[in-house]
Structures are given as structure tokens and as C-alpha cells.
């Protein structure tokens, strides 16, 4: 089974950038689709993006379409995301996680080997 382990969270000012980055163990992470969702407090989890296995195809929560990115580097086992135009209703702990279910899905139990999460802050 794969582990996830998620980085590059912080707090940065409305507007700023960050980029989170998910380290995958183990020899199989290109043959799995994967993605990012995030939770803030007192709310559920909800769909960041998605990528399939190759990289050659993505898609998006509404909220993030044209400020965020989602890529991967199979020869480094990561998955990234690239958050521009940082608002305050961004802020969350940020999960990357392996698609178990169909591609397209946005809910989570169509996720699974959750990362432990990096918190990202944005100031007003």
C-alpha cells in the first residue's frame, strides 16, 4: 500500500502563492490516479483536483479552476499543487490521497491512503 506524506503548507497573504507537494513510498505511484482535497475547520473534506496516472489529464473544483494546478512527477513520486491568487476561504489542511473509484469523482470515499496533511494559511 502506498504512504503519502504531504508538504510546502504555510501562511502566506491573500493573493500570494504556494506550492504543496505529496511524496509517494513505494515502486507502483505511476500506475495510480490521484488527488488533492482539503478540510477546513468545522467543515468536511472537499475535491481540490484530480490527475491521472500519466499526467495527461486533470480536472477541478470549481472554487480552485484558473488558480490552481495540480502535476506529478512519476520519476520522483510526487504529486504537486500550485495555488495562485490565495484567498482567505483557502485556508485548510490539505490532503493528498490515491483514487480508488472512477475517474471524474469528487467525493472522497472514492478516495484512500490519505496523507497526514499540511495546513495552509491565508491572511487577509
Known amino acids: 500500500q502506498v504512504q503519502l506524506v504531504e508538504s510546502g503548507g504555510g501562511l502566506v497573504q491573500a493573493g500570494g502563492s504556494l506550492r504543496l507537494s505529496c511524496a509517494a513510498s513505494?515502486?507502483?505511484?505511476?500506475?495510480?490516479?490521484m488527488g488533492w482535497f482539503s478540510q477546513a475547520p468545522g467543515k468536511e473534506r472537499e475535491f481540490v483536483a484530480a490527475?491521472?496516472?500519466?499526467?495527461?489529464?486533470?480536472y477541478y473544483a470549481d472554487s480552485v479552476k484558473g488558480r490552481f494546478a495540480i502535476s506529478r512527477d512519476n520519476a520522483k513520486n510526487t504529486v504537486y499543487l500550485q495555488m495562485n491568487s490565495l484567498k482567505p476561504e483557502d485556508t485548510a489542511v490539505y490532503y493528498c490521497?490515491?483514487?480508488?473509484?472512477?475517474?471524474?469523482?469528487?467525493?472522497?470515499?472514492?478516495?484512500?491512503?490519505w496523507g497526514q496533511g499540511t495546513q495552509v494559511t491565508v491572511s487577509s
Open positions: 513505494g515502486r507502483t505511484f505511476s500506475s495510480y490516479n
Open positions: 490527475i491521472r496516472r500519466s499526467g495527461s489529464m486533470t
Open positions: 490521497a490515491v483514487m480508488n473509484g472512477r475517474w471524474g469523482s469528487q467525493l472522497d470515499v472514492d478516495f484512500g491512503s
